[in-house]
């Protein structure tokens, strides 16, 4: 059974900092890309960070370049996101993502075929 369970969230100052960790299992891990979603209240899913397996070409949202930063430890089967620099605007539920789908776009919610359930973010003073 393929499983992705994330961890990590939690209520943090702006211009805090926090560090999601997403557990992976039932599936290849070093062969699959991973990713970031995120998803606010009112708002559709939206694409935060990804890593292929090779790890060297991440990608990240122009909302979240400079200060968030993606990473993987394949022989764990884990998934990061350090998150610097916090902005309420980056208050959501984080979902990490899983798919083989290399042809395919990286930042649409279609192209993943493993979802978690997410973690709860909330950046508030």
């Known amino acids: 059974e393929v499983q992705l369970v994330e961890s990590g969230g939690g209520l943090v100052q702006p211009g805090g900092s926090l560090r999601l960790s997403c557990a992976a299992s039932g599936f290849t891990f070093i062969t699959y890309v991973m990713t970031w979603f995120r998803q606010a209240p009112g708002k559709e899913r939206e694409f935060v960070a990804a890593i292929p397996y090779f790890g060297s070409s991440t990608s990240y949202a122009d909302s979240v370049r400079g200060r968030f930063t993606i990473s993987r430890e394949n022989a764990k089967m884990a998934l990061y996101l350090q998150m610097n620099s916090l902005k309420p605007e980056d208050t959501a539920v984080y979902y990490c993502?899983?798919?083989?789908?290399?042809?395919?776009?990286?930042?649409?919610?279609?192209?993943?075929?493993?979802w978690g359930q997410g973690t709860q973010v909330t950046v508030s003073s």
């Open positions: 993502a899983s798919t083989r789908r290399y042809d395919r776009p990286w930042d649409q919610v279609g192209t993943y075929d493993y």
